[in-house]
C-alpha cells in the first residue's frame, strides 16, 4: 500500500523556494505565508488528516513540492507529539500550547543548512540570504499555525489531557526521521 500524497501537488503555479512548495495557508499568525481561501483545506489540514496513516510509513515517494512540504510537517507534528509524551507530567491544553508554541518558533534548520535532517531530497533555497529569511519566516509561521491546531486536536475531547489515538504515535518516526527539534 502506497503512502499518502498531497492533493496540492496539482496546483499550479505554486511559487517554490528551492524545490519546496510555498502554499497558502489559513492563519492567525503574523509571516510571510499566502492566505488560503477559509472554506478550503490547507496544507496543515491535509497534514493532521494524513499524519497517522503516514507515519506508518518508512519510504515516502516524493510526487511533487507540496510532498516536500508535507513530509517536514508530518516529522514536526511527530517531533510536537514526541515533545509533549516526553513532559514530566501530563500537559493540559494552556501548557501544551505554550510548549509546542516555543518549539515551533525555536531556531531550527532549513533546507540547504548542514544541519537539515533531509538535504539530498530538498534544494537549497537559492542565493542570497534574502531566500533563506523568507523561507525561515514561512516554515515558523506554518510551524506556529500547525502547533495551534494539533492542540486543537489532541484536547478536542475535553477531558484536559491529550487523545491517547495521537499519543500513541509518539514513538513512531515517519521514514525513520527526526527534525531534530
Known amino acids: 500500500m502506497p ?3 498531497s492533493a496540492l501537488n496539482e496546483v ?3 511559487r517554490q523556494v528551492g524545490n519546496l512548495a510555498v502554499l497558502p495557508i489559513k492563519s492567525k ?3 510571510p505565508a499566502p492566505m488560503a481561501d477559509p472554506s478550503e483545506a490547507d496544507i496543515i489540514d491535509e497534514t493532521l488528516d494524513l499524519f497517522r496513516a503516514n507515519s506508518l510509513f518508512r519510504n ?3 510526487k511533487g513540492p507540496a510532498d516536500r512540504l508535507l513530509i517536514i510537517l508530518i516529522l514536526f507534528v511527530s517531533d510536537c507529539i514526541a515533545k509533549i509524551g516526553a513532559a514530566k507530567t501530563v500537559p493540559n ?3 501544551a500550547t505554550k510548549l509546542l508554541n516555543t ?3 525555536d531556531n531550527f534548520p532549513v ?3 548542514a544541519t537539515f535532517a533531509l538535504n539530498a531530497h530538498y534544494a537549497p533555497p537559492g542565493a542570497g540570504q534574502m531566500l533563506v529569511n523568507y523561507l525561515r519566516g514561512y516554515l515558523t509561521q506554518i510551524r506556529q499555525e500547525l502547533a495551534s491546531r494539533l492542540v486543537e486536536k ?3 475531547d475535553g477531558t484536559g489531557k491529550p487523545s491517547k489515538w495521537w499519543m500513541s504515535f509518539q514513538k513512531r518516526r515517519f521514514m525513520n526521521r527526526s527534525l531534530g527539534s
Request: proline content about 8%.
Open 154 to 156: 489532541l484536547y478536542a
Open 29 to 31: 499568525y503574523r509571516g
Open 111 to 113: 533546507p540547504g543548512d
Open 103 to 105: 518549539l515551533a518558533v
Open 60 to 62: 515516502f515517494e516524493i
Open 3 to 5: 503512502a499518502y500524497h
Open 12 to 14: 499550479p503555479d505554486v
Open 93 to 95: 491544553q494552556l501548557e
